[in-house]
T-cell receptor, first 114, second 112 residues
Framework: GAGVSQSPSNKVTEKGKDVELRCDPI?????LYWYRQRLGQGLEFLIY????????KSGLPSDRFSAERTGESVSTLTIQRTQQEDSAVYLC????????????FGAGTRLSVL | DQQVKQNSPSLSVQEGRISILNCDYT??????FLWYKKYPAEGPTFLIS?????DKNEDGRFTVFLNKSAKHLSLHIVPSQPGDSAVYFC???????????FGTGTRLKVLA
């Protein structure tokens, strides 16, 4: 399909392991967001990419979290030395720059850290 | 500090009646607001938006009202349908920014 694709849809890992989450945005969308949604909480902004500009990493909760995006394509969110409090759904969204704020979300990756 | 609040975690409404979902914000710089709908195992999808230059925006069965003085917005769905059963998030941003602050969501259940 032509929507935002995230993989894996579910990930179970052991505390201390590293995980990598992938996001394929809609083709042509220059903006890409990562959010985290903990149980019973709203969407928490993590990081924003816009074209080739420096990303806004202000939402990353610790230095264990990092994200990359090559140009206007795939993005990966990496969590090193996972902790139980990292358990959440990680959502990716993409948009056109001039989109009146409308973001298109993937279905998310549900991460469970045991 | 939760800048966007949806104080009702859940709401049940009979089919055909009006559903009213509420959202409050604290940051007076916010001037653009969106509502998203989320079904289980899917990502949120855009529903309707409103700019602070308006106090109402309507799209079919969905109307969003903005009360700037009260820092309050509401989403009205009328008539409600079982397919409207979902979690609804409001989001807010300030002009010139790309960051959107989301509320915690309200789970709407429309009873047939």
């Amino acid at each position: 399909g032509a929507g935002v694709s995230q993989s894996p849809s579910n990930k179970v890992t052991e505390k201390g392991k590293d995980v990598e989450l992938r996001c394929d945005p809609i083709s042509g969308h220059t903006a890409l967001y990562w959010y985290r949604q903990r149980l019973g909480q709203g969407l928490e902004f993590l990081i924003y990419f816009q074209g080739n500009s420096a990303p806004d990493k202000s939402g990353l909760p610790s230095d264990r979290f990092s994200a990359e995006r090559t140009g206007e394509s795939v993005s990966t969110l990496t969590i090193q030395r996972t902790q139980q409090e990292d358990s959440a759904v990680y959502l990716c969204a993409s948009s056109l720059v001039d989109s009146n704020g409308i973001q298109y979300f993937g279905a998310g990756t549900r991460l469970s850290v045991l | 500090d939760q800048q966007v609040k949806q104080n009702s975690p859940s709401l049940s409404v009979q089919e055909g009646r009006i559903s009213i979902l509420n959202c409050d914000y604290t940051n007076s710089m916010f001037d653009y607001f969106l509502w998203y709908k989320k079904y289980p195992a899917e990502g949120p999808t855009f529903l309707i938006s409103i700019s602070s230059i308006k106090d109402k925006n309507e799209d079919g069965r969905f109307t969003v009202f903005l009360n700037k003085s009260a820092k309050h917005l509401s989403l009205h769905i009328v008539p409600s349908q079982p397919g409207d059963s979902a979690v609804y998030f409001c989001a807010a941003s300030a002009s010139g920014t790309y960051k959107y602050i989301f509320g915690t969501g309200t789970r709407l259940k429309v009873l047939a």
